[in-house]
């Protein structure tokens, strides 16, 4: 039930005295109290006009206390006030006008009154200018000229507002053509702010893409061309439909009730949605209170609702893009057949029943694909586009000519270009695969997911088809090569579709998506071998990036594991492509050259692998011994060539274990050797810092004399240099030293390059490592956005056949000074670390340690259960 306005009525002071200011701050407060118990059940669109209306009521008694009423002056809402509506956080902007300039009394009178104002807490902006004045602003800039078409008489002079409307009418600084082109371009940058997407985790309700400021841009275009005050002049001039009107208008008025509880929760303006305010938010609008299902809820009609309106907002501005710049001549079209033509690089209906038969919807993205020229879609076929999706009572996938048309648009060298992307953003995929409909707008409430799903998979597809295109090859040469060679790429587009499109549902989505893609190539007419290859595609596309990240890749035990598990060279191949779109489908900052580095790395020796047993049927054996070899003699070549002789290269070789030669290159192994053969004992440790390995990260190389628990004194350091661990090997030589490498990077993914800091780091090492400085104590906090999350520490030991070392992972919330921290157990429970890999899902840490026990063997049931207790407590208290 709408709220009665009789059920609030202030009582404004009778006189301005010294008492005035609390009695008009109660008032306002009191009024605050009733509009949030309102909220609950009132309609937002009374809800923000009642607002408006309260504070006219309120700025009308003002002015008459200070009995500028009797003045020539006209005091005028602008800008958001100047729609009537107002959010519990928003300015008020006013605009006092005048004719001939006020005299120092009157002036001084309207200082008190803006002043009061500030006094009562009212944020408030404000301008006092002539009419002259305001054009002159106006012609200057663009935000200015828009606040004045949405003026408003709030109380004074009607005939000063009247004129000064007569002005913007006739005399307006900007033209519909610049004023719509400077508005465009004002969208585009604010778009650009966040990344050209809707999906971003913590939106921006008013200047996200799709949110409020899109709704308003079509609203100031129209408005200042037909010169008029209301937005239903859409439908008067037919520029939109009633039906579209009032889907603009109810994803409005959602965008504001989100807006109106954020502030509420907030107790400000506040116009970002960030974690911090989720679930409160979720609340209010009646999500419940579950956490983050009522987040995940909320969220996902948010989405749903920002792509209605980026899409309403891109089909109006081009139809006034058409009216106030000049539209086409229709006759200057290239026909492509009785239905389509193509004017202007733009696909576009020749007749409004273009889309009666649904097949003709798949027909006509695959005329996108068939014509290289066609960059977008007619604004008018976007309507027609819209209508149809509407009327379809069955998904298209139902129909088998649509089913055939599905298939050879996957088939074309262009499908999952361009027409793909278009049938994303106007939701006839959702309308092709009901699948897909149920993951549109789904999020997760997490860090690691930049993206809702449907977009973190299309953004897949559109990886997985930059592989085909030239100008990318360089970018990912293997991926593009090994797409290049598979007979049936469709394949591939296939698996991305629907390699995470089961979940939100509960269950393992792996699971769940391999069931729905049979489905799916029964229904489609695939064979049993392109079935079930895409069908191990989408229960496994998850493990080559697992096994990479997450395991030790340098133990032949896991690269026989994967080999047996992918069991032939096309697996291999398809799961290699998809994994690299994947991760770089997910997170902007997830991909760098280290994860390239270590799936390539995989990659290959798993390939080696396979080769030794063409029909599969063999099992294969990874040979060590010859990439220790082959690593030795390059790395003998490249210190030969540098000057040292082959007698003292070997002898100092003859110090280090096997391991060490096969798990380094054979440039870290010449790198490492050549310092250390020019070093003596005295000046340890040897500190070397650079990226031998070509692989995009800074190496830190540390020689020394065996000491125990180094890795926690460097782990310290490192995290107090805001240095992230990637990758640790943690090995002593046969005499009592201690050569361990680690991989860092920089918080921001980038390797460490500046000269200065990598000297910085040296010191501080030395100095800590040498007793000098004490071992750094983190004494950072957890960000604002970490601090929404919750992550139970989990520790799970791993089965092995080695006798002298024991892994385990490590799951927890990611934090500063989590891996120095663990170390320090690590230290405590005298267990010594072998190696480790850290990797960062989001909010959450997913790490392996191999360690071993002081007698260098592997931990017992009880040390193990030791360890798992000390961990917990000392991550989880």
């Given at each position: 039930m709408l709220a009665d306005s009789s059920l609030f009525q202030p009582r404004w002071p009778a006189a301005l005295d010294e008492h005035a200011v609390n009695a008009y701050r109660e008032q306002i407060q009191a009024y605050n109290d009733w509009a949030e118990a309102q909220f609950v059940t009132d309609d937002i669109d009374h809800l923000v006009h009642h607002r408006a209306a309260f504070f006219d009521q309120l700025l009308c008694h003002l002015w008459q206390q200070f009995k500028l009423d009797q003045a020539p002056l006209a005091l005028l809402a602008v800008g958001g006030f100047g729609r009537q509506t107002l959010h519990p956080g928003s300015d008020i902007d006013l605009l006092v006008t005048y004719q001939q300039r006020p005299t120092p009394v009157l002036e001084q009178q309207i200082s008190r009154f803006i002043t009061l104002l500030w006094d009562l807490r009212i944020d408030i902006g404000h301008a006092v200018r002539s009419i002259d004045d305001c054009m002159l602003q106006a012609?200057?800039?663009?935000?200015?000229?828009?606040?004045?078409?949405?003026?408003?008489?709030?109380?004074?002079?009607?005939?000063?507002?009247?004129?000064?409307?007569?002005?913007?009418?006739?005399?307006?600084?900007?033209?519909?053509?610049?004023?719509?082109?400077?508005?465009?371009?004002?969208?585009?940058?604010?778009?650009?702010?966040?990344?050209?997407?809707?999906?971003?985790?913590?939106?921006?309700?008013k200047s996200s893409p799709g949110g409020l400021r899109d709704v308003q841009t079509i609203g100031w275009i129209a408005k200042q061309h037909f010169k008029t005050k209301t937005d239903e002049s859409l439908v008067e001039y037919r520029y939109i439909s009633a039906e579209e009107f009032l889907e603009?208008?109810?994803?409005?008025?959602?965008?504001?009730?989100?807006?109106?509880?954020?502030?509420?929760?907030?107790?400000?303006?506040?116009?970002?949605?960030?974690?911090?305010?989720?679930?409160?938010?979720?609340?209010?609008?009646?999500?419940?209170?579950?956490?983050?299902?009522?987040?995940?809820?909320?969220?996902?009609?948010?989405?749903?609702?920002?792509?209605?309106?980026?899409?309403?907002?891109?089909?109006?501005?081009?139809?006034?893009?058409?009216?106030?710049?000049?539209?086409?001549?229709?006759?200057?079209?290239?026909?492509?057949?009785?239905?389509?033509?193509?004017?202007?690089?733009?696909?576009?209906?020749?007749?409004?029943?273009?889309?009666?038969?649904?097949?003709?919807?798949?027909?006509?993205?695959?005329?996108?694909?068939?014509?290289?020229?066609?960059?977008?879609?007619?604004?008018?076929?976007i309507r027609l586009l819209r209508n149809a999706r509407a009327e379809l009572n069955d998904p298209l996938s139902h129909d088998s000519e649509c089913r055939q048309l599905f298939k050879q648009l996957l088939r074309h060298p262009r499908g999952c270009g361009l027409p793909f992307a278009l049938m994303h953003h106007h939701s006839i995929l959702a309308h092709y695969l009901p699948q897909w409909r149920q993951i549109v707008g789904q999020m997760q409430f997490d860090l690691f997911h930049a993206y809702t799903v449907d977009e973190h998979t299309f953004r897949l597809v559109r990886n997985l088809y930059r592989y085909s295109e030239a100008k990318y090859a360089a970018e990912f040469p293997l991926c593009a090569e090994l797409l290049h060679r598979m007979a049936k790429p469709e394949l591939l587009y296939i698996a991305g579709i629907f390699h995470d499109i089961a979940k939100g549902r509960g269950g393992d989505h792996s699971e769940l998506g391999e069931m729905d893609v049979r489905n799916f190539c029964y229904q489609h007419d695939y064979s049993d071998g392109d079935t079930e290859l895409v069908a191990f595609l989408v229960r496994q596309h998850l493990l080559m990036s697992v096994t990479a990240q997450k395991r030790d890749i340098h133990d032949p035990d896991v690269i026989r594991e994967f080999a047996r598990k992918m069991g032939s060279q096309q697996r291999l191949d398809y799961l290699y492509c998809l994994t690299v779109a994947d991760i770089r489908a997910t997170n902007s900052t997830l991909w760098n050259n280290w994860k390239a580095t270590l799936l390539e790395e995989l990659y290959h020796a798993t390939s080696t692998l396979l080769s030794q047993s063409s029909d599969g049927d063999e099992q294969p054996t990874y040979d060590v011994r010859t990439r220790i070899n082959e690593h030795k003699a390059t790395a003998m070549a490249l210190l030969l060539s540098a000057g040292f002789e082959q007698q003292q290269v070997n002898a100092l070789w003859g110090r280090f274990t096997a391991d060490y030669f096969y798990r380094h290159s054979a440039e870290q192994v010449a790198w490492h050797s050549q310092h250390i053969l020019n070093i003596s004992g005295e000046h340890l440790p040897l500190i070397l810092i650079g990226d031998e390995n070509k692989q995009g990260t800074t190496e830190l190389f540390i020689y020394h004399h065996e000491e125990s628990h180094l890795f926690a004194a460097v782990a310290a350091v490192l995290d107090s240099q805001r240095l992230s661990i990637h990758d640790a090997q943690i090995l002593a030589t046969r005499d009592g030293y201690v050569m361990d490498t680690f991989v860092v990077l920089q918080h921001d993914g980038k390797p460490l390059t500046d000269s200065q800091r990598i000297e910085e780091l040296k010191q501080h090492l030395f100095d800590v490592l040498l007793k000098r400085r004490n071992v750094p104590v983190n004494q950072r906090r957890l960000s604002r956005r970490m601090r929404n999350f919750s992550v139970k520490t989990r520790v799970k030991f791993l089965t092995s056949r080695h006798q002298g070392r024991t892994a385990f992972e490590l799951v927890t919330l990611d934090r500063p000074g989590l891996v120095a921290k663990l170390a320090a157990v690590l230290q405590q429970s005298d267990v010594t670390l072998l190696a480790a890999k850290i990797t960062t899902i989001g909010e959450q840490a997913e790490d392996l340690f191999i360690v071993t026990s002081a007698q260098q063997r592997a931990l017992t049931d009880e040390q193990q259960q030791h360890l798992q207790a000390q961990i917990i407590a000392a991550l989880d208290h």
């Open positions: 012609a200057a800039d663009i935000t200015i000229a828009t606040n004045l078409i949405e003026n408003r008489l709030i109380c004074g002079e009607q005939q000063l507002a009247e004129t000064l409307q007569q002005r913007i009418n006739y005399d307006f600084p900007w033209q519909s053509r610049d004023f719509y082109q400077a508005k465009c371009e004002e969208q585009q940058q604010r778009h650009q702010q966040y990344h050209g997407t809707s999906y971003n985790l913590e939106p921006n309700i603009l208008r109810d994803c409005q008025n959602f965008l504001w009730r989100i807006r109106y509880a954020l502030h509420l929760e907030v107790g400000k303006c506040e116009d970002r949605l960030l974690f911090d305010f989720q679930p409160g938010v979720a609340s209010r609008l009646g999500y419940g209170n579950e956490g983050k299902h009522s987040v995940e809820l909320m969220m996902k009609d948010y989405f749903k609702t920002v792509l209605q309106v980026s899409e309403l907002n891109r089909m109006l501005l081009q139809f006034f893009e058409q009216a106030i710049l000049g539209g086409h001549d229709l006759a200057d079209a290239e026909e492509i057949d009785a239905d389509f033509a193509i004017l202007s690089e733009q696909i576009m209906a020749r007749h409004d029943q273009v889309f009666a038969q649904p097949q003709n919807l798949l027909r006509f993205f695959l005329l996108i694909a068939e014509h290289r020229q066609i960059k977008g879609i007619h604004s008018h076929t």
